[in-house]
């Protein structure tokens, strides 16, 4: 087992190295001059170009990329064109946003998307069968940002149950220790906080978790349809076993592996997917600091964000194929 991550670990080099010149080569085919769009549009010339030497942007591609790899091998994100602040520095909170966000929209997904594909599958060709499925596809069919504008107008502006737009109320700051202020509330026994916090959570999180939730529940169904038809479950029914058992204790073991796979999958998309959601939503996560960046032409900012959920992508998918053997003992790695 050891050997095997090492391995994945060390594949992480090249599909790394790749995604960094894929990113670099588009970023720099965007029109526009990052240092024109720092200064303003009455820069001088002169001024601007002062300071497109001062951030090498007047030397050749190559020579740019070697630059900003040689900072990434020493630790060194880069610095921000536009706030001239450490990246490794600024990026940690919205990351963390990101995290936070992305966890709550997957376990709302996971929740009811492998309830409703088990019962949908235990309760086949019934009325609860046909509704999960078609709400699972109308799940997948709804643009996030439809939804999101819908469920602002319903649960904000027409009940006013829950906040539109941020992750707390800025009247009751909260003191960031980890930036995941679910954790940092809970630490800080801050718990009208910690309400709040949920609050801001449950609206962009149902919208990021909706096409997750649709995807993992038909997965789900499929997968448990096929174990439902195995000798062993037909042998722990024969024993007189409560369907129940049967189902969720039996079945749902053997039916995991796929629907982990899905699940793996959706994290990872919903950690490097989640603009729409965090820019309706005024979410200060990842994707947002990335989309800002873009508009500003800060090349440094934009790589670095998506080496950051690269990483992060392959990392989940390395954790879920170790997550394999503890499901099915007969996966080994060798």
Same mark, same amino acid.
């Given at each position: 087992?050891?050997?095997?991550?090492?391995?994945?670990?060390?594949?992480?080099?090249?599909?790394?190295?790749?995604?960094?010149?894929?990113?670099?080569?588009?970023?720099?085919?965007?029109?526009?001059?990052?240092?024109?769009?720092?200064?303003? &549009?009455?820069?001088?010339? /002169?001024?601007?170009?002062?300071?497109?030497?001062?951030?090498?942007?007047?030397?050749?591609?190559? $020579?740019?990329?070697?630059?900003?790899? $040689?900072?990434?091998?020493?630790?060194?994100?880069?610095?921000?064109?536009?706030?001239?602040?450490?990246?490794?520095?600024?990026?940690?909170? !919205?990351?963390?946003?990101?995290?936070?966000?992305?966890?709550?929209?997957?376990?709302?997904?996971?929740?009811?998307?492998?309830?409703?594909?088990?019962?949908?599958?235990? /309760?086949?060709?019934?009325?609860?069968?046909?509704?999960?499925?078609?709400? +699972?596809?109308?799940?997948?069919?709804?643009?996030?940002?439809?939804?999101?504008?819908? &469920?602002?107008?319903?649960?904000?502006?027409?009940?006013?149950?829950?906040?539109?737009?941020?992750?707390?109320?800025?009247?009751?700051?909260?003191?960031?220790?980890?930036? =995941?202020?679910?954790?940092?509330?809970?630490?800080?026994?801050?718990?009208?906080?910690? #309400?709040?916090?949920? /609050?801001?959570?449950?609206?962009?999180?149902?919208?990021?978790?909706?096409?997750?939730?649709?995807?993992?529940?038909?997965? #789900?169904?499929?997968?448990?349809? &096929?174990?439902? $038809?195995?000798? !062993?479950?037909?042998?722990?029914?024969? /024993?007189?076993? *409560? &369907?129940?058992?049967?189902?969720?204790?039996? +079945?749902? $073991?053997?039916?995991?592996?796929?629907?982990?796979?899905?699940?793996?999958?959706? =994290?990872?998309?919903?950690?490097?997917?989640?603009?729409?959601?965090?820019?309706?939503?005024?979410?200060?996560?990842?994707?947002?600091?990335?989309?800002? +960046?873009?508009?500003?032409?800060?090349?440094?900012?934009?790589?670095?964000?998506?080496?950051?959920?690269?990483?992060?992508?392959?990392?989940?998918?390395?954790?879920?194929?170790?997550?394999?053997?503890?499901?099915?003992?007969?996966?080994?790695? *060798?």
């Amino acid at each position: 087992m050891l050997s095997y991550i090492i391995r994945r670990l060390l594949q992480l080099i090249p599909v790394l190295l790749g995604m960094s010149i894929v990113v670099f080569c588009i970023i720099h085919a965007i029109p526009g001059d990052p240092a024109q769009v720092i200064l303003g &549009e009455h820069a001088t010339p /002169k001024a601007i170009q002062s300071l497109r030497e001062q951030l090498h942007l007047n030397d050749p591609l190559y $020579k740019q990329y070697f630059y900003y790899m $040689k900072n990434i091998l020493t630790g060194d994100l880069g610095e921000s064109l536009r706030t001239q602040r450490a990246i490794s520095s600024e990026i940690g909170p !919205y990351l963390a946003a990101t995290l936070e966000l992305s966890v709550v929209a997957l376990v709302f997904a996971v929740i009811i998307g492998v309830n409703a594909g088990i019962i949908a599958a235990w /309760k086949r060709a019934t009325w609860f069968d046909y509704i999960a499925m078609l709400v +699972a596809l109308v799940g997948v069919s709804m643009p996030v940002f439809w939804l999101g504008l819908m &469920e602002q107008w319903v649960f904000a502006q027409q009940l006013d149950w829950l906040p539109s737009i941020g992750r707390f109320n800025t009247r009751e700051p909260i003191t960031p220790i980890t930036n =995941l202020y679910l954790i940092d509330t809970m630490i800080q026994g801050n718990w009208a906080g910690f #309400t709040d916090v949920v /609050k801001h959570l449950i609206l962009p999180g149902v919208a990021l978790g909706t096409i997750p939730m649709a995807i993992i529940a038909r997965m #789900t169904r499929s997968s448990m349809l &096929e174990v439902m $038809k195995s000798d !062993y479950i037909r042998t722990a029914r024969a /024993k007189g076993l *409560k &369907e129940f058992w049967v189902v969720y204790r039996h +079945a749902l $073991k053997n039916a995991l592996i796929p629907v982990l796979t899905v699940i793996g999958l959706q =994290l990872g998309l919903l950690l490097g997917g989640a603009v729409l959601t965090e820019t309706i939503f005024g979410w200060p996560g990842l994707g947002r600091y990335i989309y800002d +960046a873009i508009g500003f032409r800060d090349y440094p900012v934009v790589q670095s964000g998506i080496l950051v959920i690269a990483f992060l992508f392959v990392l989940i998918n390395l954790i879920v194929d170790i997550l394999y053997v503890y499901i099915d003992p007969r996966i080994q790695y *060798k």
